[in-house]
């Protein structure tokens, strides 16, 4: 399984970026579907999280109301609105099946003060 993401960049704080993470084979074969980030010098962490049996979603607090997760065929997005200097990190897209995580290589996503 192979993922990568794009639509990383420089953006203005109270801007938006829509993030793709194109999947090699369907995003319905997996258990569930995610992105998380990594900023410097920090943790990774979750971000957001979609279920791809019944589509449930779920999103760290910081993000909820500014982030959407879908997905559509081979494709996850993540729409990120609102965007707050502290969403600067590198965003990783993830897989997740019955006994495997799947992991991207990721998108540096920049919000500029």
């Known amino acids: 399984v192979q993922l990568v993401e794009s639509g990383g960049g420089l953006v203005q704080a109270g801007g938006s970026l829509r993030l793709s993470c194109a999947a090699s084979e369907s995003t319905f074969s997996f258990n569930a579907m995610g992105w998380y980030r990594q900023a410097a010098g920090k943790q990774r962490e979750l971000v957001a999280v979609?279920?791809?049996?019944?589509?449930l979603t779920n999103y760290r607090d910081s993000v909820k109301g500014r982030f959407t997760i879908s997905r559509d065929d081979n494709l996850l997005f993540l729409q990120m609105d609102s965007l707050k200097p502290e969403d600067t990190a590198v965003y990783l897209c993830y897989a997740l099946s019955s006994t495997t995580v799947y992991w991207g290589k990721g998108t540096l996503v920049t919000v500029s003060s």
């Open positions: 979609i279920g791809t049996g019944g589509g």
